[in-house]
């Protein structure tokens, strides 16, 4: 029996409701790209490396101490005033907002800013500062946050001053993660100093050069034990799969049946053995935890593995992995990938996920990775952005999150899969190119995050556009699933079908002096990409042509078996193109040679994995490929796999 069409319509429109206000698929013709990093504020752009160590001398706190919490809390950056995911300002992530400035910010907003911190008051009651400066200001932000790591040190009864061995603030550290157990506590306090042994050096986002040496210490660790929080998930007696020093929680989504077979929120399964694991989809969850807790507890809802607190990096396990969550609006996706939801919202050009999160999901990833045989890379390691549609009709509904303000390149540097950022090859026609543009100094132009047709906030992103020709006037590549009028893409936020994001890969069509042309969607899409600041890195690899003879080859958005593998009982789940097609000599690069041709079949509701639930395999063997900005699937029967020039 058929599952209620109210889940049935949550599946196809993807794992969570995004209202944005003002988004849409329409918008104004699109406009130049603006690149480069962003001006720093007058304030900030006059605050060099001295003034940690100036905050460090003033409130008793040894340097390394406070550049490797604020390097662990925001890598040094200020973000233009802008808050985090979590309502956290500056390069010591203060928390917290008053009441006017929740006044200001968006239903959605609000509901994440009620669950945040408070390390803002606290600041301000400490150095006597006010709260709009240590928000806005650089140095201010530095000595509040030399403050409150200072008093928490004062609190466990330990000693302060600059120079007392770093070894000695481990609970203070601890601390500062403003965790809610002592698990995620000392996850950011061991963050912290294995920051501090390896040393860091960048130029922070107002264009600041910040070098920290490396000190490696031994901190005492047994400080934890004077923190007034609980113990948290305890390995031994939890059902999460995670890393034992993430502390992760076990939050079962239910698997309940509500009557005449329907039933939800996810489907029973033995995978491997039904159906192996071949991706991890990067969500952003469009709220706050606490209500996104909530939706993957109701039955009538959809699923997903792991949901990640914004503040502090916290994670919940809702699904195992050995069964199918309902999180990508595509079923074969489904039967292959584990769904992790981040606290965040994808159209925020305001807002920015914090380093937290990115620390903890990397260490999630990569034990998934691991323990799953997942290759770790962007073609395995996407974002729900990547995702296609299933048929032509669902493409124009699939959703866009974690959106193009999530960092991929440092994202997959923490992940321990650096994204390509060398030319080992010229650049040139027939050569696979891995984009890389940067992120902090990548600032395109991009309307509609706040309000219908208005400019986003300038910030840093994971993308660069693709043109008609090679003129920074021309117009944006069409994508007749975003457009099916044919209408030339549009630089809206929620619009991603002119976009190249970082690590994704494509081949080469042509060359004109700094302007590349890559095969995007059955055409040329043109980007700039100097020698000078490349954006663009060449690489080896395999590339699918069509076979010899034909003109076009068919891409699918899911790759079903063929109609005579399905056993008697079960009906043939028709293999519909999607509207896009290859043409004769264009080349795409390969994702994967190695998927499997299958459908898990799993209709009715069953106590324990239940005998009906079946996998069909077919012969019709596919290749998973880069073709837009979304991955996509081909017939091994239409095309040719060879290496790239």
């Known amino acids: 029996m058929l599952r209620r069409p109210k889940i049935l319509a949550a599946l196809a429109a993807v794992a969570l409701p995004v209202a944005l206000t003002g988004v849409s698929l329409g918008g104004p013709p699109a406009e130049a790209s603006q690149q480069g990093a962003p001006s720093p504020s007058s304030t900030s752009s006059a605050v060099a490396a001295s003034a940690y160590s100036a905050a460090a001398a003033k409130y008793g706190v040894p340097e390394s101490v406070l550049l490797a919490v604020s390097y662990a809390e925001s890598r040094w950056d200020d973000h233009a005033g802008a808050p985090s995911t979590s309502g956290g300002y500056g390069p010591m992530h203060l928390t917290g907002l008053g009441a006017s400035e929740v006044a200001d910010l968006s239903g959605k907003q609000k509901v994440a800013t009620a669950e945040s911190l408070q390390t803002l008051q606290k600041a301000a009651e400490l150095t006597g500062l006010d709260q709009g400066a240590l928000r806005s200001d650089v140095t201010a932000n530095i000595n509040g946050g030399a403050a409150v790591l200072a008093s928490y040190q004062k609190s ?17 550290v601890a601390s500062y993660a403003e965790a809610g157990d002592k698990a995620g506590a000392a996850g950011f306090a061991d963050d912290v100093y294995t920051i501090m042994a ?17 000190v490696a210490v031994t901190p005492d660790k047994s400080q934890l034990g004077k923190l007034s929080l609980p113990a948290g998930v305890q390995p031994s007696t939890s059902d999460v799969e995670c890393p034992a020093s993430l502390g992760c929680e076990w939050l079962p989504a239910p698997y309940s049946e509500f009557g005449a077979g329907d039933y939800g929120n996810h489907d029973l399964a033995n995978r491997p053995e039904t159906g192996k694991i071949d991706y991890i989809v ?38 195992k992995a050995n069964d199918v969550a309902w999180h990508a609006g595509n079923w074969y996706v489904n039967m292959h990938s584990i769904g992790i939801e981040h606290e965040g919202f994808a159209a925020q050009g305001a807002t920015w996920y914090t380093e937290a999160l990115y620390r903890n999901s990397a260490k999630l990833v990569a034990y998934l990775a691991a323990k799953n045989d997942i290759p770790l890379d962007r073609a395995h390691i996407i974002g729900h952005d990547q995702v296609p549609g299933t048929v032509p009709s ?16 440092h994202y997959m540097d923490l992940v321990g899969a650096p994204i390509w950022g060398k030319s080992v090859f010229p650049v040139k026609a027939g050569s696979i190119v891995t984009i890389k543009p940067g992120f902090a100094g990548n600032v395109q132009v991009i309307n509609s995050c706040d309000a219908p047709g208005t400019p986003c906030k300038p910030q840093g992103t994971n993308f660069v556009y693709l043109r008609q020709a090679p003129d920074d006037n021309a117009p944006l590549v069409k994508d007749l699933g975003l457009h099916p009028d044919g209408s030339n893409g549009t630089i809206e936020v929620s619009d991603m079908g002119s976009r190249v994001a970082a690590g994704s890969e494509y081949v080469v069509a042509e060359r004109q002096g700094d302007w590349v042309a890559v095969w995007y969607l059955g055409a040329r899409g043109w980007f700039k990409s100097p020698a000078s600041a490349p954006d663009a890195f060449a690489k080896p690899g395999l590339v699918v042509k069509p076979k010899a003879g034909k003109t076009s080859v068919p891409v699918y958005g899911r790759a079903y078996p063929e109609k005579s593998a399905y056993p008697a009982g079960i009906p043939y789940q028709t293999v519909t193109p999607l509207q896009y097609t290859i043409g004769e000599g264009q080349a795409y690069p390969v994702g994967d040679l190695s998927i499997e041709t299958d459908y898990y079949r799993a209709v009715t509701f069953a106590g324990e994995p239940p005998a009906d639930h079946v996998q069909v395999l077919g012969k019709d063997k596919y290749y998973q490929i880069w073709f837009g900005h979304r991955m996509a699937y081909v017939r091994a029967a239409d095309v040719d796999v060879r290496p790239a020039v």
Do not use: F
């Open 394 to 409: 669902t493409v124009r509904g699939m959703h866009w999150d974690p959106g193009p303000y999530w960092d991929w390149e």
């Open 198 to 214: 390896k040393g860091a050096a960048r130029t922070t986002n107002t264009g600041q050069q910040i070098v920290m040496p490396a």
């Open 156 to 172: 466990l009864g330990l000693p302060v001053g600059a120079d007392t061995s770093p070894a000695a603030w481990y609970g203070a």
């Open 282 to 319: 990067i969500h952003d969850t469009e709220g706050g935890w606490q209500g996104v807790l909530n939706l993957v507890q109701d039955p009538t809802y959809v699923s997903w593995q792991y949901t990640m607190r914004s503040s502090d990096g916290h994670i919940w396990q809702h699904v």
